[in-house]
């Protein structure tokens, strides 16, 4: 199960611990790499085990305020427990973040036997490399680099051979740049700054005053999907966990999607993070301007900014919990999506009207923003995958034209400050694309706002039209919309799904995590903060004893699926608990 897992990084790797004490998912060297271990797809797929002798669960947790996890272990002789984290720290005025995993094995209580195999793959071919053992270190072939374990356990063990922990032991497992200093006091280091590290990140963060333990932990989580050479994030760590059982809905979320620019954005906004705002501002302009005079974005990039995301389906892999296909890319790169174009505009309006950024709003970044609005505003109205990125027949989606909508709408406050001779073309854009709106995709009957034009059904993602503004919050069609959201799409406690229509796989069955916090924000939004925060209690229902959200939730049971983390669901939870919450003068 998702909830068995935990999720440790430094913004250049990542890996997921399961609570047997196996790394199950760890891509090398970056998050869209291949997978040295893969154990969470397949059981061949390879794993780097550290557990009780005899096998057995441990309990987890993160030391406060960390990314540092720790499992811990009863055994018939005793305890242990093992820590896990990538290194991350300021060393020399810059950030150090090494292609290292470092995993800390410390007995607590008599002297329980464990149980070490490191056993790693060569990437999608689920092949073994070739191995070299050396003093205290053994070595992996077959990669782009080396791959190094070095250890002061007895090599001898390292096989799975079970042993008796009768001290700390360390091992770093290293990408590229093996391990030259004595381990333990390197290792003691690592983890001193490690939790510094992420301790002060965190008191650097702003936070509601209710919702805390949450809103902290989905801020660590948030942080880890930022590949920090190029600025991008990523949807997802992984690639293939099936939205539900039998479903066939399995897909690749190691990209960036620029829908998610703005709401990313955002939220690092809410929490006073302004870094992480800086870089993926950086990268968005970068792949905006290698888009061409016709800016033909793709949907979602690669993190470092190629959009080559054939996808393919492996046949030779298992898929989580026998639950195939897995596949690597993603055919959505090649969608039209014209919500992006909006989303773009909208994520970089506060170069423009935060002074903070003043020295990127460059008169070159301003003619890309014009441009992009001036995209948004040709395309809104046609057909496209949208949001869902439907794989049926496209038509035009009403989310798509509200975010070129609010491109245009943007697009006139940034002009009032920098460009002032286009403000009336923007005006007039922005009126004419919300009379379309409202003409078009607004039930007669109901008075709600609708998916697409002239259709009948809702879907959840017009709840942005409430946190975007596009109507005043009193509007009869604001309450109307949510009320028919809520109705159609409920799965059972105000669980929502994204829409009840075949998207070509079927209706979909669970609730998109991410739907259920738009809910909760449109709510608090419109003054509605009762129910508004008795959803928020209902998320404390979904089994995440972590705190780490997945794409996904089986209503009836808690349960998740879909890819795990999800950057999107920790967003709107960050969302969600910032509108929900009562603000710190009415708190203290």
């Known amino acids: 199960m998702l909830s068995e897992l935990g999720l440790i990084g430094n913004c250049q790797i990542s890996a997921l611990v399961r609570s047997d004490g196996a790394i199950v998912w760890a891509c090398m060297p970056r998050f869209d790499s291949p997978p040295i271990f893969g154990a969470l797809l397949d059981d061949e797929g390879g794993r780097f085990t550290i557990s009780p002798s005899e096998g057995g ?8 305020n960390t990314n540092v996890l720790e499992t811990r272990f009863e055994t018939p002789t005793g305890t242990f427990r093992v820590l896990d984290f990538a290194p991350r720290f300021q060393l020399y005025e810059r950030s150090f973040r090494p ?9 607590l209580s008599g002297t329980p036997r464990i149980r070490v195999a490191c056993a790693p793959v060569l990437g999608w071919s689920k092949a073994t490399p070739s191995r070299d053992v050396g003093s205290h270190h053994v070595a992996w072939r077959g990669y782009d680099a080396e791959l190094r374990l070095t250890t002061d356990a007895p090599l001898t063990y390292v096989n799975g051979e079970p042993f008796a ?12 740049a093996p391990v030259e200093e004595p381990l333990a006091p390197l290792c003691g280091r690592f983890l001193d700054e490690t939790v510094h590290y992420w301790q002060r990140w965190v008191k650097h963060c702003d936070i509601p005053p209710a919702y805390q333990t949450q809103v902290i932990r989905s801020a660590l989580a948030l942080k880890l999907h930022c590949f920090e050479d190029t600025g991008a994030i990523v949807a997802a760590m992984t690639t293939s966990l099936p939205e539900a059982p039998g479903s066939g809905r399995t897909w690749d979320y190691r990209y960036c999607w620029l829908r998610d620019a703005f709401y990313v954005l955002d939220a690092f906004h809410l929490l006073g993070q302004f870094e992480e705002r800086e870089q993926f501002l950086n990268f968005l302009v970068s792949v905006a301007t290698a888009a061409g005079d016709d800016l033909a974005l793709a949907p979602l990039y690669r993190i470092d900014g190629s959009s080559e995301l054939d996808e393919k389906i492996l046949d030779h892999w298992r898929g989580f919990q026998g639950e195939g296909p897995v596949r690597v890319g993603n055919a959505a790169a090649r969608h039209l999506q014209h919500d992006v174009f909006g989303e773009m505009v909208l994520a970089l309006t506060p170069l423009f009207l935060d002074e903070r950024f003043r020295e990127q709003a460059s008169p070159q970044v301003l003619d890309l923003v014009t441009r992009l609005a001036r995209k948004a505003v040709r395309v809104a109205g046609t057909p496209d995958a949208g949001i869902w990125e439907l794989r049926s027949e496209w038509r035009p989606q009403t989310f798509s034209s509200l975010m070129c909508w609010a491109a245009a709408d943007r697009m006139q406050r940034i002009a009032r400050q920098h460009r002032p001779e286009d403000v009336p073309e923007f005006q ?8 379309e709106i409202l003409r078009e995709a607004v039930d007669p009957v109901r008075g709600c706002l609708v998916a697409d034009y002239r259709g009948k059904e809702v879907d959840a993602a017009l709840l942005q039209a409430i946190t975007l503004r596009l109507l ?14 809520r109705a159609d799409l409920d799965l059972g ?17 669970v609730a998109f995590t991410l ?13 509605r903060h009762d129910e508004a925060r008795a959803l928020v209690a209902k998320v404390a229902e979904v089994k995440a004893p972590l705190g780490l959200l997945a794409e996904d939730v089986a209503p009836a049971t808690g349960v998740m699926w879909g890819n795990f983390p999800q950057a999107y669901s920790h967003v709107g939870l960050i969302h969600a608990a910032f509108a929900a919450s009562p603000s710190w003068s009415e708190w203290t």
């Open 165 to 176: 922990l009768t001290g700390k032991r360390h091992f770093v497992l290293a990408w590229s």
């Open 428 to 435: 007039r854009d922005a009126e004419r694309l919300r009379e």
């Open 493 to 509: 406690g105000g669980w929502l799904r994204r829409y009840r229509t075949n998207d070509g796989f079927g209706v979909p069955e």
């Open 99 to 107: 292609t290292k995993l470092v995993r800390i094995v410390e007995p």
């Open 57 to 64: 669960k441990g309990t987890q947790r993160y030391l406060p």
């Open 472 to 485: 005043p919050l009193d509007d009869r069609r604001v309450h109307a919309t949510i009320d028919a959201v």
């Open 515 to 527: 739907c259920t916090f738009w809910l909760i924000e449109a709510l608090a939004r419109v003054g």
